[in-house]
């Protein structure tokens, strides 16, 4: 249903599930492992597996912190999205990546919720894309100390607002990793 032309696949995008991103993150252990069964799945139904990694100035490309968790093994045929803002799209080549496997649909899946997650999966959605953000394989940090609803709302309430939005042509949807389908 993608608005982009001839763009009838799917591929995981796999956002910022970086050592320090997730080092505080809600139910961290267990939104990776998610992540990581996800990947498997993808690359055994040849699905393109898509990694974003974010750098600022507060988490340095090549510092430790900036690594993927030592979890999820990237393949070196796999592509590597490089960003510096929240939207996986802002400045970067994602949408030249997407184009070149022919992906329409997103699978969406990381760290933060309210943050990169969100924005991603906005930015996605208004550019085209037919997106499915994994309910239960994206979470964050807490920052109730700033105002900010403890980590489970924060993810329930995404969670909630994005399987309820609309686009011309396109379609959003949160399911559960078991729930998730890679064939379009």
């Known amino acids: 249903m993608t608005t ?4 009838t696949g799917t591929a995981l995008l796999v956002v910022d599930v970086q050592v320090d991103v997730v080092a505080g993150a809600h ?26 990694q974010h750098s600022d ?8 912190g900036w690594q993927l968790v030592p979890e999820l093994l990237r393949r070196d045929d796999e592509a590597l999205v490089h960003k510096e803002h ?17 992906a329409g649909h997103l699978v969406v899946a990381g760290a933060q919720t309210d943050a990169c997650i969100r924005s991603t ?8 894309y037919d997106v499915t953000l994994v309910g239960d394989a994206h979470t964050t940090e807490d920052l109730s100390a700033y105002g900010a609803p403890p980590p489970a709302a924060v993810i329930a309430h995404t969670n909630l607002y994005w399987q309820h939005q609309t686009a011309p ?11 998730v389908r890679l064939d379009g």
Do not use: I, K, M
């Open 121 to 128: 999966v906005h930015g996605a959605l208004t550019r085209g």
């Open 57 to 64: 100035a507060g988490l340095v490309s090549g510092s430790p």
């Open 27 to 52: 139910d961290r252990d267990a939104v990776v492992g998610r992540v990581a069964r996800l990947v498997e799945r993808s690359r055994t139904a040849d699905v393109p597996v898509v990694w974003v």
């Open 4 to 7: 982009l032309e001839g763009r």
């Open 169 to 179: 042509g396109r379609t959003a949807r949160v399911v559960t990793a078991e729930e």
């Open 86 to 102: 929240g939207d996986s799209f802002e400045g970067t080549d994602l949408e030249h990546v997407l184009a070149g496997v022919g």
